[in-house]
């Protein structure tokens, strides 16, 4: 067992293959870039919400998932790098 993780355990232990789902995100092709789904939870996209990120469902049952401004705020612009 992880400590303060109730329920999880190590690599390759019993809810191994949850916790990879649990941190993995797929991207998906938006309708101005590309949203990042959670692998775990299909219909949640990860959103930028005052300076903070959270994993939200549009028209979910918590604040995060508000309609309004949803999906610019769980889409994402691919550019080129920073790089000189």
């Known amino acids: 067992m992880v400590p303060g993780l ?15 789902e649990d941190a993995t ?3 998906v092709r938006g309708r101005d870039g590309i ?5 775990g939870y299909p219909h949640q996209y990860l959103r930028r919400i005052n300076a903070e990120f959270w994993p939200a469902q549009q028209g979910g ?19 080129g790098p920073w790089a000189p």
């Open 6 to 20: 109730p329920g999880r355990d190590g690599p390759g232990g019993a809810f191994a293959s949850r916790r990879e």
């Open 35 to 39: 949203r990042l789904s959670a692998a």
């Open 61 to 79: 049952t918590h604040t995060r998932g508000n309609p309004a401004g949803f999906v610019p705020d769980s889409t994402w612009a691919i550019t």
């Open 25 to 27: 995100w797929c991207p």
